[in-house]
């Protein structure tokens, strides 16, 4: 089930469903998570493992931006410049602790990333950016000033959009899981 913020309408209505459904789809996961022993916190608890695929699903999107053509498109083989793997980095976060993450690289080294800036540690308010989109159906424009006011870093009302979009795929894929 992908489901995309941009498509919403914008009335009251429609944002409450929304919420409800995000609601829903959460409540849905710790359900499920308690249902399998799996701990809410902790070191290999659900918020971490949401914090780590928010973390990495933007990471993606900036690359994706920043290249100008998504992951494994053709357009990428006639282009000087292409993606080149990932490196392990450990961020701590407020809530969850030490989050190892994957940030992608490109050939020309010339990607800098907003989310997790280079050389950066300590990550503030990624939890609340969790939350904030899993729980409270904000919209795209929103999410993009959250994001503004939580990292310094302005991003565009299409990738949060895309971001969403994955993290409400592995979400589903993740509840759907063996």
């Known amino acids: 089930m992908a489901a995309t913020l941009e498509a919403v309408p914008s009335t ?22 308690k249902e399998q022993g799996l701990s809410l916190t902790g070191p290999d608890g659900l918020l971490k493992q949401l914090t780590k695929t928010v973390i990495e699903t933007a990471l993606d999107e900036e690359m994706t931006e920043h290249l100008g053509y998504e992951k494994h498109d053709a357009a990428g083989k006639q282009t000087a410049n292409s993606r080149n793997g990932v490196r392990p980095k450990t961020v701590l976060t ?7 993450v994957d940030v992608p690289r490109d050939r020309a080294g010339t990607f800098e990333p907003v989310i997790v800036k280079k050389r950066q540690r300590r990550l503030n308010g990624v939890d609340e950016m969790v939350f904030s989109l899993y729980a409270k159906g904000l919209t795209t424009g929103e999410i993009s000033a959250h994001f503004a006011e939580i990292y310094g870093a302005s991003v565009s009302k299409e990738t949060v959009s895309r971001i969403t979009d994955r993290v409400l795929e592995e979400m589903a894929a993740w509840q759907n899981r063996p």
Do not use: H, Y
């Open 94 to 100: 407020e809530t969850t602790g030490p989050v190892e």
């Open 12 to 33: 009251k209505t429609a944002e409450k469903k929304t919420e409800i459904s995000e609601v829903d789809a959460a409540r849905e996961l710790v359900r499920m998570a």
